[in-house]
């Protein structure tokens, strides 16, 4: 971690009046919490609907990490993005995570951007299953869940794989929101293929100052004003505590 990189971030952070914070993935890794919207770990949508063996090893694997997922509590990274929102002039947390971690830490204004992992949806009815009770089917030994009011077994969370769109309307939001902030600081998110990357493009459009902490470099490195190198769970909870300091002497 390069200190005076890191100073001038949390000087940033505590001069802003409008922060959008954008985290990914790289938090819940560091929990042994898989990315659930990453094209590897889905299957292609069309092969998922047409073929059962694909839904059925697509749910075996749900049904594996299930337990994994729902007994995991929001590390220090996550802890700490929530105090960030009580401290600074956060407006919104935007999320490439859909494991409900950021949200189970007290934070509000999150944004899925992804879709969520903790719900499904029947696609013929449209009826909503929480991630718990499609558990419960796969632990009564159904090997594809299928909906309780049609029986349509097409059953699916709300995240988009490999073949079809990313959810539009989440995208279109978080695009407004950008162009009213004046710091966007994306945190363990890797904004490398479209659309995501047209995040980082939008918010140096308008003007906005942006910082990253990732491990490793991306893309997005290119437009950024300061990059920290780091793991989020040590580099985040390092600048909240520095600014809390800062807080109490001022
Ligand atoms: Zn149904």
Redesign the pocket.
């Known amino acids: 971690m390069e200190q005076d990189v890191v100073r001038v971030v949390i000087d940033w952070l505590k001069e802003s009046s409008n922060i959008i914070i954008l985290t990914g993935p790289e938090l819940s890794l560091e929990s042994g919490i898989p990315d659930f919207a990453d094209s590897k770990f889905n299957p292609n949508i069309r092969e998922f609907r047409e073929n059962p063996a694909v839904r059925e090893a697509y749910w075996q694997k749900i049904g594996k990490l299930y337990p994994v997922l729902s007994q995991a509590e929001p590390n220090s990274a996550h802890k700490a993005v929530a105090e960030l929102e009580i401290i600074c002039n956060v407006d919104y947390i935007f999320t490439g995570s859909t494991d409900g971690l950021q949200q189970k830490s007290g934070s509000s204004s999150v944004v899925e951007l992804l879709g969520s992992i903790l719900w499904v949806t ?1 696609p ?4 909503d299953y929480s991630l718990e009770q499609i558990n419960t089917q796969l632990q009564d030994g159904k090997k594809i869940p299928a ?1 309780e ?4 077994d097409l059953l699916k969370p709300p995240i988009s794989f490999p073949g079809q769109p990313l959810p539009h309307w989440e995208l279109r939001e978080a695009w407004m929101k950008l162009y009213n902030c004046d710091l966007f600081f994306i945190i363990g998110a890797y904004l490398d293929d479209s659309p995501l990357s047209s995040l980082q493009t939008i918010a140096a459009e308008s003007g906005s100052k942006i910082a990253i902490v990732n491990e490793r470099q991306s893309e997005a490195d290119n437009y950024a004003d300061a990059v920290i190198y780091g793991k989020p769970t040590m580099v985040i909870s390092h600048i909240v505590s520095q600014i809390k300091k800062d807080i109490k002497a001022s």
């Open positions: 029947c013929n009815c449209g009826k909906c009011e049609c029986n349509n």
